[in-house]
């Protein structure tokens, strides 16, 4: 071995040797908390008063924000959210029929557009509405499953055993 390699490993045995002392003391050191050279004072009332004056507006502070501003029962959110569902399948029927009178009156395009996909329905009206033979027609199974399975999920999400 050449000598600065025996110089290498000797520093870092010394060096773990070392920090291995120190905390092999500072783990298994007893000592006397009263004979120790750092003395704590008491803090000054009027110090303990502005803390505790402190702690209680902290504590009110975080007990406001846990309430919240308004309460809604469990009835009103499903009847609105039913009420939203409804909206939306209303609202793309009334879309699917302004668009089949507006393709009657033209050809039909050569180029396939985005929304002429069953992806596109299944997201955007849920699967309720699927273009056939060029024009957009109502799936009544779609529709009532689609109803029968949202009032299931919302009967288990808003009733609390």
Do not use: C
Not at 22 to 28: Q, R
Not at 77 to 85: K, N, R, S
Not at 131 to 160: D, M
């Amino acid at each position: 071995m050449s000598k600065s390699a025996k110089m290498t490993i000797e520093f870092f045995t010394g060096y773990v040797l070392l920090m291995a002392s120190l905390i092999s003391t500072a783990l298994f050191a007893d000592i006397d908390q009263t004979t120790s050279p750092i003395h704590t004072t008491e803090s000054s009332p009027t110090f303990k008063e502005e803390f505790m004056e402190h702690e209680r507006k902290a504590e009110e502070k975080k007990n406001q924000e846990q309430e919240p501003l308004f309460h809604v029962s469990d009835e009103f959110a499903m009847t609105a959210v039913t009420a939203g569902a409804i909206a939306d399948i209303v609202i793309a029927i009334l879309w699917a029929r302004k668009e089949n009178r507006r393709l009657k009156g033209e050809e039909i395009p050569s180029k396939k557009r985005w929304r002429d996909t069953k992806l596109f329905w299944n997201i955007v009206a849920m699967g309720v509405i699927q273009p056939k033979n060029s024009q957009y027609s109502i799936n009544w199974l779609n529709l009532i499953s689609v109803t029968i399975l949202l009032h299931v999920l919302f009967y288990l999400l808003f009733t609390k055993n």
